[in-house]
C-alpha cells in the first residue's frame, strides 16, 4: 500500500525534517505516529502526498513511485490520499454539505466544481456521510456555525467522499476537548476499518495513540525510533522518544487524575456517530 524508502527533507533554511525514514504501511492498518514537536511527522505525512516535496529518497504508493509522479499524475493520485488536517481547513461561509462536496472535486470537470454543480451519486454520498457521522441534521448550517468536533467531524466525511484508499491524518485533536478527542478518534478508525483503508494519524496524545492504533511509530530528530505495538510504549521506550520524563501520573496532582477517570467513565457509552 505505502512504502517510504530512505525519505529525507532538508527545508530551504537548512534544517533537516527527516533523515532516511523507511517505513510500510498495509492495507487496513491504523498506525498512529508519535513524537515531540520538530520530530518530523507533520513533513512526513505532507512528503506522502507532496504537499510537502521531499529531497531525498522514494515514496511509493500501490507500488508506483509518488516522488517521480508528473503534475497531472500527481493530482489524480491524490484523490486516493485523503487528508485530515488540524485547523479543519473548511470553507467558513459555505454550507456542511458543499464543504464536504469538496472532496469531489478532483473527480468533476472545471465548470462543475466553479458553479458546485455535483452528480446526484455524489450528493446522495455526502447524505450518507453525514449520517454515518451524526452530522445529517446540520446538512445546511454554514461552517462558521459549528464546534470544533462538528467541524473536524465534516473533515473527514470529505476526505471519505474523495473514496480514498489512505487517510493522512494531521493532529485531528489538537484544539479538541478531551471527550470530543476521543470520539474523533474513535470514528477516524471506525470508518478506517470500515473501508479496510490504510491509515497514518499524527498525534501528540499518547495515550490516544495506545488506545486506538493498531501499531505507533515514533519518530526523534526525523528518525524512526519505535515502531512497535501500542503496548511495548513503556517508560524506556517514552524516554527514547520524548527524553527523561517521570512517565507515571503526579502524585502531587489527585484532582486532575480524578478528572481523567471522570472523562473515562462518561465516555465509555458514547455512541460512535455523535455530534459533540
Given at each position: 500500500?505505502?512504502?517510504?524508502?530512505?525519505?529525507?527533507?532538508?527545508?530551504?533554511?537548512?534544517?533537516?525534517?527527516?533523515?532516511?525514514?523507511?517505513?510500510?504501511?498495509?492495507?487496513?492498518?491504523?498506525?498512529?505516529?508519535?513524537?515531540?514537536?520538530?520530530?518530523?511527522?507533520?513533513?512526513?505525512?505532507?512528503?506522502?502526498?507532496?504537499?510537502?516535496?521531499?529531497?531525498?529518497?522514494?515514496?511509493?504508493?500501490?507500488?508506483?513511485?509518488?516522488?517521480?509522479?508528473?503534475?497531472?499524475?500527481?493530482?489524480?493520485?491524490?484523490?486516493?490520499?485523503?487528508?485530515?488536517?488540524?485547523?479543519?481547513?473548511?470553507?467558513?461561509?459555505?454550507?456542511?454539505?458543499?464543504?464536504?462536496?469538496?472532496?469531489?472535486?478532483?473527480?468533476?470537470?472545471?465548470?462543475?466544481?466553479?458553479?458546485?454543480?455535483?452528480?446526484?451519486?455524489?450528493?446522495?454520498?455526502?447524505?450518507?456521510?453525514?449520517?454515518?457521522?451524526?452530522?445529517?441534521?446540520?446538512?445546511?448550517?454554514?461552517?462558521?456555525?459549528?464546534?470544533?468536533?462538528?467541524?473536524?467531524?465534516?473533515?473527514?466525511?470529505?476526505?471519505?467522499?474523495?473514496?480514498?484508499?489512505?487517510?493522512l491524518v494531521d493532529e485531528p485533536t489538537a484544539s479538541?476537548?478531551?471527550?470530543?478527542?476521543?470520539?474523533?478518534?474513535?470514528?477516524?478508525?471506525?470508518?478506517?476499518?470500515?473501508?479496510?483503508?490504510?491509515?497514518?494519524?499524527?498525534?501528540?496524545?499518547?495515550?490516544?495513540?495506545?488506545?486506538?492504533?493498531?501499531?505507533?511509530?515514533?519518530?526523534?530528530?526525523?528518525?524512526?525510533?519505535?515502531?512497535?505495538?501500542?503496548?511495548?510504549?513503556?517508560?524506556?521506550?517514552?524516554?527514547?522518544?520524548?527524553?527523561?520524563?517521570?512517565?507515571?501520573?503526579?502524585?502531587?496532582?489527585?484532582?486532575?487524575?480524578?478528572?481523567?477517570?471522570?472523562?473515562?467513565?462518561?465516555?465509555?457509552?458514547?455512541?460512535?456517530?455523535m455530534a459533540s
Amino acid at each position: 500500500m505505502l512504502r517510504l524508502e530512505a525519505l529525507h527533507k532538508r527545508y530551504a533554511t537548512g534544517e533537516v525534517a527527516l533523515t532516511g525514514v523507511d517505513l510500510e504501511v498495509p492495507k487496513g492498518q491504523v498506525m498512529a505516529l508519535i513524537g515531540p514537536s520538530g520530530a518530523g511527522k507533520s513533513t512526513l505525512i505532507r512528503c506522502v502526498n507532496r504537499l510537502v516535496p521531499p529531497t531525498g529518497g522514494r515514496i511509493f504508493f500501490n507500488n508506483e513511485d509518488v516522488t517521480r509522479l508528473s503534475s497531472r499524475k500527481l493530482l489524480k493520485m491524490r484523490r486516493q490520499m485523503g487528508m485530515i488536517f488540524q485547523e479543519f481547513a473548511l470553507v467558513e461561509r459555505l454550507s456542511v454539505m458543499e464543504n464536504v462536496l469538496s472532496g469531489r472535486l478532483g473527480y468533476v470537470g472545471f465548470w462543475r466544481s466553479f458553479l458546485r454543480k455535483f452528480p446526484q451519486s455524489d450528493i446522495d454520498e455526502a447524505f450518507r456521510l453525514l449520517k454515518r457521522i451524526g452530522l445529517d441534521h446540520m446538512v445546511d448550517k454554514r461552517a462558521d456555525e459549528l464546534s470544533g468536533g462538528q467541524r473536524q467531524r465534516v473533515g473527514i466525511a470529505r476526505a471519505l467522499i474523495q473514496d480514498p484508499q489512505l487517510l493522512l491524518v494531521d493532529e485531528p485533536t489538537a484544539s479538541l476537548d478531551p471527550k470530543t478527542s476521543r470520539q474523533i478518534m474513535r470514528l477516524i478508525c471506525e470508518l478506517a476499518h470500515e473501508r479496510n483503508l490504510a491509515c497514518v494519524i499524527n498525534i501528540h496524545d499518547v495515550p490516544l495513540a495506545k488506545m486506538f492504533a493498531q501499531r505507533v511509530v515514533g519518530l526523534r530528530l526525523g528518525e524512526i525510533v519505535y515502531d512497535g505495538t501500542p503496548e511495548g510504549l513503556n517508560d524506556d521506550v517514552l524516554t527514547e522518544i520524548y527524553g527523561e520524563e517521570d512517565w507515571h501520573i503526579n502524585k502531587y496532582a489527585p484532582k486532575a487524575a480524578q478528572q481523567e477517570s471522570s472523562w473515562d467513565e462518561e465516555d465509555t457509552e458514547e455512541p460512535a456517530a455523535m455530534a459533540s
